[in-house]
């Protein structure tokens, strides 16, 4: 499948290197954590997304050559449509990431989840249920999350775990720890940036010097309105809105060059230095060994 422009019949494609997309298919998230950068929570809507319209960016994603998908939110698995999106982007032979709180997984998305192409990710913050708890502002949480992960494991989806230091004292080794023990292969830890809930209001609102440098040049994202940007960090730099406007001929914009080159380049270094994982974005990068053939590929 192509895009091919009307005006000259030649084929249109995404700019050279973007390597996944993050689908927000919705802004509803049970829990409110304290470094939430789309400031999600249960009072946050699903969006004006339509479930036609996040087939339509689906298809385009496919049809520009964009070889990944992650589905996030807010809370993914609280979009009853999840299911059907998964078999949609796999049956254009895409490659799915879910980024789920794994707080609830109705036996609907477990099956979603277990097919071949499908991965799974989450985020821990604690191998004490209060400190966990601390971040989520949900108490039950962290038994929940990690009752799941072990299921996860036990169906043999391919899953990797983001820490993210939030608070002072968090115990993060601790974490990372219990999680290997459990048999989690691919953890990686970063820091909350100033973004979304966790941002500073005396700052002055999110600066592109906040970001890693791979957004719009590496990823793109859609958020639950259609907003396009180079990923969920990065939601106050809007290129379009796929509601409005085809997300190729976004990509294919004076406009979203202009915002491109106003990114600082990628930083050098990689977890632990300074985690262009992002895990505040929900998006993997310098993991070797995550599964490459299911994965998102790296963005290091």
Not at 127 to 137: I, P
Not at 181 to 209: E, N, Q, Y
Not at 216 to 245: E, K, Y
Not at 257 to 263: K, L, S, V
């Amino acid at each position: 499948m192509t895009v091919v422009a009307p005006e000259t019949g030649k084929q249109i494609s995404a700019p050279a290197g973007i390597r996944s997309i993050e689908l927000e298919i919705t802004g509803t998230c049970q829990l409110t954590c304290n470094h939430c950068c789309t400031n999600s929570g249960p009072k946050a809507g699903p969006g004006d997304m339509t479930r036609k319209d996040w087939q339509q960016v689906i298809v385009d994603v496919a049809a520009l050559a964009i070889p990944a998908v992650q589905m996030i939110g807010g809370e993914p698995t609280l979009s009853p449509h999840l299911p059907h999106y998964i078999a949609h982007a796999l049956g254009l032979g895409l490659r799915v990431e879910v980024y789920s709180n794994l707080t609830h997984i109705r036996p609907a998305v477990w099956a979603a989840l277990s097919r071949p192409g499908v991965t799974l990710a989450t985020s821990y913050y604690s191998d004490q249920a209060e400190d966990h708890e601390k971040v989520t502002k949900n108490k039950g949480s962290h038994a929940r999350t990690r009752a799941n992960i072990i299921a996860a494991l036990d169906r043999g989806i391919p899953l990797r775990v983001g820490i993210v230091e939030v608070h002072e004292g968090q115990r993060v080794k601790e974490a990372e720890a219990e999680l290997r023990a459990l048999g989690v292969r691919v953890i990686s830890i970063d820091r909350a940036r100033p973004i979304g809930r966790a941002a500073d209001p005396a700052a002055g609102g999110p600066t592109t010097a906040d970001l890693c440098g791979h957004c719009f040049r590496h990823r793109v994202s859609v958020d639950p309105d259609g907003n396009v940007s180079g990923c969920i960090l990065s939601r106050f730099l809007i290129a379009g809105n796929v509601r409005q406007q085809r997300l190729t001929d976004i990509l294919n914009s004076d406009r979203w060059d202009e915002m491109t080159a106003g990114i600082p380049m990628p930083r050098a270094a990689c977890t632990p230095d300074d985690s262009s994982d992002c895990d505040p974005a929900s998006t993997p990068a310098c993991l070797p060994s995550y599964p490459v053939s299911t994965t998102l590929e790296a963005t290091a």
